[in-house]
C-alpha cells in the first residue's frame, strides 16, 4: 500500500481545507447580500444574529 501524499503536511491539510472552505462560504454570502441590496455592514450583523442564536438556549 502507498503511502498517504499530503499537501503541505499532516496537520496543515485539514486546517488549509478549513480556512479554504469559510473563504469560499464568505465570499458566496458577501456576493447574494450584495444582489440582495444590503451593506457589508448589514451582511455581518446578520451573521453576528445567526452565530449568537445557534449559541442562545433554546428553553
Do not use: C, H
Not at 503511502?3 to 462560504?25: E, K, M, N, Q, W
Not at 451593506?39 to 446578520?46: A, C, K, L, S, V
Not at 451573521?47 to 428553553?59: A, E
Request: charged fraction near 25%; charge should be positive.
Amino acid at each position: 500500500m502507498a503511502p498517504p501524499t499530503y499537501i503541505i503536511s499532516r496537520v496543515a491539510d485539514p486546517i488549509f481545507a478549513i480556512a479554504i472552505g469559510l473563504g469560499a462560504a464568505a465570499t458566496r454570502i458577501n456576493r447574494e447580500a450584495k444582489e440582495k441590496g444590503r451593506t457589508p455592514q448589514q451582511t455581518i450583523q446578520d451573521g453576528k444574529r445567526r452565530v449568537s442564536n445557534l449559541f442562545s438556549k433554546s428553553t
